[in-house]
């Protein structure tokens, strides 16, 4: 069965830093294109960002750009997101979700939880 | 970015009731339109894409229709397991994926 689990979610200060991880497992991980996908609390979804399977394209929403950055690691089935200079309204559950085979986000991790607080 | 804008942002309605959400798009977005069901403390679950094609396993009285700018969700016979949150979003381009704001369906 095929499957998303986020980590490294956490409390941190402003201006902190936080690296996610997303292990995905049964199904070809380097094939597919992977997004990170937030929701602030009692709020709807915001696309962060994307990356292709080999890595070659990567986009990210304008707020995260120059503060966040997605890779992935295909030998080991993981996508991360490094998040640097964090401020209070990165507050969110972070998803990891991939694209699937015809397009839209057809898997999602359950998600972690990310607290940007002094 | 294309902003996306669902209607009602909230639906009241019973078991076995028929309910259709809207949602517009800014601009014409073809028929790149998903749709995703989530529950509270839940990831979302997706349930349709290029704004008609059921996702596999999705039940059939799920059905969503429209291009351009304007789509719709119809669920034909509310069921208990369907009261959620609902999502559209468009993703004509991956550097720019926008969802809407969400409408909750809620028991009436």
């Known amino acids: 069965e095929a499957q998303l689990v986020e980590s490294g979610g956490g409390l941190v200060q402003p201006g902190g830093s936080l690296r996610l991880s997303c292990a995905a497992s049964?199904?070809?991980?380097?094939?597919?294109?992977m997004n990170w996908v937030r929701q602030s609390p009692g709020k709807g979804l915001q696309w962060i960002s994307y990356?292709?399977?080999?890595?070659?394209?990567?986009y990210y929403a304008d707020s995260v750009k120059g503060r966040f950055t997605i890779s992935r690691d295909n030998a080991k089935n993981s996508l991360y997101l490094q998040m640097d200079s964090l401020r209070a309204d990165d507050t969110a559950v972070y998803y990891c979700?991939?694209?699937?085979?015809?397009?839209?986000?057809?898997?999602w991790g359950q998600g972690t939880k990310v607290t940007v607080a002094s | 970015d294309i902003q996306m804008t669902q209607s009602p942002s909230t639906l009241s309605a019973s078991v076995g009731d028929r309910v259709t959400i809207t949602c517009r798009a800014s601009q014409s977005i073809s028929s790149w339109l998903a749709w995703y069901q989530q529950k509270p403390g839940k990831a979302p679950k997706f349930l349709i894409y290029k704004a008609s094609t059921l996702e596999s396993g999705v039940p059939s009285r799920f059905s969503g229709s429209g291009s351009g700018t304007e789509f719709t969700l119809t669920i034909s016979s509310l069921q208990p397991d369907d009261f959620a949150t609902y999502y559209c979003?468009?993703?004509?381009?991956?550097?720019?994926?926008?969802f809407g704001q969400g409408t909750l369906l809620e028991l009436k």
């Open positions: 990356i292709t399977g080999t890595s070659s394209i990567i």
């Open positions: 979003q468009q993703y004509t381009s991956y550097s720019s994926i926008t």
């Open positions: 049964g199904f070809r991980f380097s094939t597919y294109s």
């Open positions: 979700a991939k694209v699937g085979r015809f397009d839209g986000f057809d898997l």
